[in-house]
């Protein structure tokens, strides 16, 4: 799909909701979406409920990233991080936003068959070592030591 104000690639699919089912839908270019963002920002709108209406300077809507500055406003409207440290400036907005996508915080699914056996038992290792904790603190003793028996097997290398 080509850009609406140029004849370069869209990269970004803006949908705008106006209210009553109506809509207003622009598929822009990179350097164009910067523009149109900016003139988006420059017309006036009422104020957000997070911003105070009697002139007050306005609240920051979550964290900032202490190394490049990003908010995390910023990021959900770009939809990109400035740095690495983003990952974890933002964790814990990230978290639930990660859950909603996936269903899950960390991979369930399948692992390439080329995996070093290596590599996977260190992936076995740490799931186990995660459960040998949970279930001491749960008092389940005779599973922490079925547990505890099978990371020594590991870590021996018997598989």
Do not use: W
Not at 132 to 148: C, M, N
């Amino acid at each position: 799909m080509k850009c609406q104000r140029c004849s370069k690639q869209a990269t970004t699919h803006i949908t705008e909701v106006l209210g009553d089912g109506r809509y207003e839908e622009a598929h822009l270019c990179e350097d164009c979406r910067k523009k149109y963002l900016i003139e988006v920002s420059g017309k006036p709108k009422a104020a957000p409920a997070s911003e105070p209406a009697n002139g007050a300077e306005p609240l920051v809507a979550g964290p900032v990233c202490p190394n490049c500055g990003l908010s995390y406003t910023e990021f959900r409207n770009q939809g990109r991080f400035g740095c690495a440290h983003d990952y974890d400036a933002f964790k814990a907005e990230l978290l639930p936003l990660l859950e909603g996508i996936h269903g899950e915080l960390r991979h369930v699914g399948k692992v390439p068959r080329r995996l070093p056996q290596l590599q996977s038992a260190e992936v076995e290792l740490t799931a186990l070592r995660r459960d040998l904790a949970r279930l001491v603190t749960e008092e389940k003793y005779e599973e922490a030591a079925r547990v505890r028996d099978r990371i020594r097997q590991l870590e021996q290398g018997e598989g």
